[in-house]
C-alpha cells in the first residue's frame, strides 16, 4: 500500500463515518496521536519512541502546548518557589 493508497483508503472510511473534512490524509492520524500523547502527559522521550522519531526535536513539533507559560521553565521555578518548598 503506498501513500495514495493509503489516503484513499482513509476518505473511505471517513465519509462511511459521516466525517466530512476538506483534506483528510493519513498524517492526520499520526499527528493526532503524538499531540494526543504528548497532551495526555507522555513523557517526550515515550512519544518521541513511540512515533519512531530520531529525535526528540521531531517530536517536539507536535507540541502545541509547548508555548503554554505553565509548561514554562521560568513559571515552573517560580510556582515551585512561591509555595514555599
Not at 22 to 36: A, E, G, S, W
Request: charged share 20%.
Amino acid at each position: 500500500m503506498d501513500r495514495h493508497a493509503a489516503t484513499r483508503r482513509l476518505e473511505h472510511l471517513a465519509a462511511t463515518a459521516g466525517i466530512r473534512m476538506p483534506r483528510m490524509h493519513p498524517h492526520m492520524l499520526r499527528h493526532t496521536f503524538v499531540t494526543t500523547m504528548l497532551d495526555a502527559g507522555v513523557s517526550l522521550r515515550d512519544t518521541q519512541i513511540a512515533a519512531l522519531h530520531a529525535g526528540p526535536r521531531t517530536t517536539m513539533r507536535y507540541d502545541r502546548a509547548r508555548k503554554n507559560l505553565d509548561r514554562h521553565p521560568n513559571y515552573i521555578l517560580a510556582a515551585y518557589m512561591a509555595s514555599g518548598t
